[in-house]
């Protein structure tokens, strides 16, 4: 056999070669030369003892693989960014450990380098430029720390996996274009990504990364869709801020617990779901975890279709984010009725107030204002105390009556100043104060400029919407009237308002003349809050321009039953523009449905 054939022979035995993306570690000794001439023995037993417990312990944990071990270094191999950047800070804490009550002469320190890239590997090693390269930015890094190349960053996120200081561009021998490299050191502890700096009156939600994706014949990932389509859902909420779609994609990468997600968002309360395939579809199971309590408040599973979650309007979406709405609604306001007011944080209560002022019960109403009250006094500085204060007088004024409409118009007002003051860009302040010039000064031409000027400033606040739909419907812009209460209900779907929403709707299909459509969305508004007078007035007029007589009758003689005094004058006194032409047929049809002149 001669030497060529040998040498071919014993190449088929050789590892295969396989090309792979990989997160490359090199591990170095800092002035391991000086170490070994001062105790050769020692340090030889110190570093094979540490690099069995980096093989056993650390690379077991976050699934990396030793390529080899070096008389004073370490070349591993991870497949994510994540569990590379975890190890390397672990393979530091341990080595400091081991530090303890040695003289700093004696202490191994180590200088990591951490990079991504496409490798040459086989079972016994990983070749590449990509390798050469991670051991140069080693190099880098000062005892105890790791440097990381621009290509690993971008995989980190900053606050989780560590806390980065650019160190701009940097220049190696042999390698042509300098490389942007990164400081990475370990947190201390996990910390909020930024600070409260103010107090936080409404609670925070943040919805975790689906885990278990199911993936359809096109490759769409079901359980990413899902996570983004949730966060865009709960975010129409307003009684709650929920932790942004960026910052949610960050923790995917991270890989963290739920009550870590919580806590470095500052959140209140943790949305997670897990899927499963189900023949043509998918099984959702959703859960609510109270991150105070540390313990789960609601859990559910909803049968979804495949073709049905690629829809814009996928129903299964709306009924999760409903159901996790009253979840912790329910947890807010059972919190509310349990403790003191003192003892409950700043969001429980704005939370609890919103919910029971709608309720226009009285004892539901002196509720929301002692909550409010308690607010005031705790933070006189809140935009949005003084503005949900002020829209609790506001809706009083309906209910009120001579005098007393006038006191607590004033009132509003005054908490409507001092919100505007303190931000003169707060959307509801905007609101309410545009709303009132017509529903308190009869002013309408002042209220839908002020209105038209809030949703410029503000086009997600709903409240702004549904009174310029009031404006525009007293104008007699039906059309206009129904595209802004459609887009304050897109934006608060969940909102305890509801009931003043239904009314907006029939208010504007009343001026756009589409009668059965204002007796649907009327008699909801009625049947969600019985004692909401211009809600039941609203429906007698929708009921006797659809020539429902009978009905409409009925409907009269319980609002005379609620309010004796009622009179249609007296309905025309609260309009801003009586005289237009909505107003006078509603004048008609309240005195044939029975409402004394």
Same mark, same amino acid.
């Given at each position: 056999?001669?030497?060529?054939?040998? $040498?071919?022979?014993?190449?088929?035995?050789?590892?295969?070669?396989?090309?792979?993306?990989?997160?490359?570690?090199?591990?170095?000794?800092?002035?391991?030369?000086?170490?070994?001439?001062?105790?050769?023995?020692?340090?030889?037993?110190?570093?094979?003892?540490?690099?069995?417990?980096?093989?056993?312990?650390?690379?077991?944990?976050?699934?990396?693989?030793?390529?080899?071990?070096?008389?004073?270094?370490?070349?591993?191999?991870?497949?994510?960014?994540?569990?590379?950047?975890?190890?390397?800070?672990?393979?530091?804490?341990? *080595?400091?450990?081991?530090? %303890?009550?040695?003289?700093?002469?004696?202490?191994?320190?180590?200088?990591?380098?951490?990079?991504?890239?496409?490798?040459?590997?086989?079972?016994?090693?990983?070749?590449?430029?990509?390798?050469?390269?991670?051991?140069?930015?080693?190099?880098?890094?000062?005892?105890?720390?790791?440097?990381?190349?621009?290509?690993?960053?971008?995989?980190?996120?900053?606050?989780?996996?560590?806390?980065?200081?650019?160190?701009?561009?940097?220049?190696?021998?042999? *390698?042509?274009?300098?490389?942007?490299?990164?400081? %990475?050191?370990?947190?201390?502890?996990?910390?909020?990504?930024?600070? *409260?700096?103010?107090?936080?009156?409404?609670?925070?939600?943040? $919805?975790?990364? $689906?885990?278990?994706?199911?993936?359809?014949?096109?490759?769409?990932?079901?359980?990413?869709?899902?996570?983004?389509?949730?966060?865009?859902?709960?975010?129409?909420?307003?009684?709650?801020?929920?932790?942004?779609?960026?910052?949610?994609?960050?923790?995917?990468?991270?890989?963290?617990?739920?009550?870590? @997600?919580?806590? =470095?968002?500052?959140?209140?309360?943790?949305?997670?779901?897990?899927?499963?395939?189900?023949?043509?579809?998918?099984?959702?199971?959703?859960?609510?975890?109270?991150?105070?309590?540390?313990?789960?408040?609601?859990?559910?599973?909803?049968?979804?279709?495949?073709?049905?979650?690629?829809?814009?309007?996928?129903?299964?979406?709306?009924?999760?984010?409903?159901?996790?709405?009253?979840?912790?609604?329910?947890?807010?306001?059972?919190?509310?009725?349990?403790?003191?007011?003192?003892? =409950?944080?700043?969001?429980?209560?704005? =939370?609890?107030?919103?919910?029971?002022?709608?309720?226009?019960?009285?004892?539901?109403?002196?509720?929301?204002?002692?909550?409010?009250?308690?607010?005031?006094?705790?933070?006189?500085?809140?935009?949005?105390?003084?503005?949900?204060?002020?829209?609790?007088?506001?809706?009083?004024?309906?209910?009120?009556?001579?005098?007393?409409?006038?006191?607590?118009?004033?009132?509003?007002?005054?908490?409507?100043?001092?919100?505007?003051?303190?931000?003169?860009?707060?959307?509801?302040?905007?609101?309410?104060?545009?709303?009132?010039?017509?529903?308190?000064?009869?002013?309408?031409?002042?209220?839908?400029?002020?209105?038209?000027?809030? $949703?410029?400033?503000?086009?997600?606040?709903?409240?702004?919407?549904?009174?310029?739909?009031?404006?525009?419907?007293?104008?007699?812009?039906?059309?206009?009237?129904?595209?802004?209460?459609?887009?304050?209900?897109? =934006?608060?779907?969940?909102?305890?308002?509801?009931?003043?929403?239904?009314?907006?709707?029939?208010? @504007?299909?009343?001026?756009?003349?589409?009668?059965?459509?204002?007796?649907?969305?009327?008699?909801?508004?009625?049947?969600?809050?019985?004692?909401?007078?211009?809600?039941?007035?609203?429906?007698? *007029?929708?009921?006797?321009?659809?020539?429902?007589?009978?009905? @409409?009758?009925?409907?009269?003689?319980?609002?005379?039953?609620?309010?004796?005094?009622?009179?249609?004058?007296?309905?025309?006194?609260?309009?801003?523009?009586?005289?237009?032409?909505?107003?006078?047929?509603?004048?008609? @049809?309240?005195?044939?449905?029975?409402?004394?002149?």
């Amino acid at each position: 056999m001669s030497i060529t054939t040998e $040498v071919a022979n014993s190449m088929t035995d050789w590892p295969e070669l396989r090309r792979e993306r990989r997160v490359i570690v090199v591990v170095d000794v800092v002035e391991s030369v000086r170490l070994m001439q001062a105790d050769e023995a020692g340090t030889i037993d110190r570093w094979r003892r540490f690099v069995h417990e980096v093989r056993t312990q650390v690379l077991a944990k976050h699934g990396g693989r030793m390529v080899k071990s070096l008389g004073d270094g370490m070349l591993l191999e991870f497949q994510e960014s994540a569990a590379a950047m975890q190890a390397t800070h672990e393979i530091q804490r341990r *080595i400091n450990h081991q530090n %303890v009550g040695l003289l700093s002469t004696q202490a191994l320190l180590l200088r990591c380098g951490v990079h991504v890239t496409d490798v040459i590997e086989d079972a016994d090693d990983v070749y590449g430029a990509g390798v050469n390269l991670t051991a140069r930015i080693a190099a880098l890094a000062e005892p105890g720390a790791a440097v990381v190349s621009a290509a690993l960053r971008d995989e980190l996120v900053d606050g989780i996996d560590g806390r980065t200081k650019d160190l701009g561009p940097c220049y190696f021998k042999h *390698i042509d274009k300098p490389v942007h490299c990164f400081e %990475v050191r370990q947190t201390e502890a996990v910390n909020p990504t930024l600070p *409260i700096k103010a107090p936080r009156l409404l609670p925070v939600i943040v $919805v975790l990364p $689906v885990r278990e994706e199911s993936v359809n014949g096109n490759g769409v990932c079901l359980g990413s869709v899902l996570a983004d389509r949730l966060v865009v859902g709960m975010a129409k909420g307003r009684k709650w801020r929920v932790v942004s779609r960026l910052s949610v994609q960050a923790l995917d990468r991270a890989g963290i617990s739920a009550s870590d @997600a919580a806590q =470095l968002t500052s959140a209140d309360y943790v949305l997670s779901c897990s899927t499963v395939q189900a023949g043509a579809g998918i099984v959702v199971r959703a859960a609510v975890l109270d991150a105070a309590r540390h313990c789960e408040i609601w859990s559910q599973e909803f049968a979804c279709k495949l073709v049905d979650l690629l829809a814009d309007d996928a129903e299964c979406f709306s009924n999760i984010c409903n159901s996790v709405s009253v979840a912790v609604l329910n947890r807010e306001l059972a919190a509310v009725s349990g403790l003191g007011l003192h003892s =409950l944080p700043g969001h429980s209560l704005l =939370l609890g107030a919103m919910q029971r002022m709608h309720r226009l019960s009285g004892n539901e109403r002196a509720a929301a204002r002692d909550a409010l009250g308690c607010l005031v006094d705790r933070h006189p500085r809140s935009s949005d105390v003084h503005a949900w204060t002020a829209k609790w007088h506001f809706l009083r004024i309906a209910q009120a009556d001579g005098e007393g409409a006038e006191v607590e118009a004033r009132k509003a007002r005054e908490h409507l100043d001092r919100a505007l003051d303190l931000d003169p860009c707060l959307g509801l302040a905007l609101a309410l104060k545009s709303h009132m010039h017509a529903f308190v000064d009869r002013d309408i031409d002042a209220a839908y400029a002020g209105l038209r000027h809030a $949703v410029a400033i503000d086009s997600s606040e709903p409240l702004s919407w549904l009174f310029l739909s009031h404006a525009q419907a007293t104008c007699g812009d039906g059309a206009a009237a129904l595209e802004s209460v459609r887009i304050a209900d897109t =934006l608060a779907p969940l909102d305890p308002l509801r009931y003043f929403v239904e009314m907006m709707w029939a208010s @504007a299909f009343l001026t756009a003349g589409q009668y059965s459509a204002a007796v649907q969305s009327a008699t909801r508004s009625v049947e969600l809050n019985a004692i909401h007078l211009p809600g039941l007035a609203t429906l007698i *007029i929708a009921q006797q321009l659809a020539g429902f007589d009978t009905e @409409a009758s009925n409907s009269a003689k319980r609002y005379l039953a609620m309010r004796p005094g009622a009179s249609v004058s007296r309905y025309l006194s609260t309009r801003a523009a009586p005289s237009s032409d909505m107003g006078r047929r509603s004048a008609e @049809a309240l005195r044939f449905a029975g409402i004394p002149p």
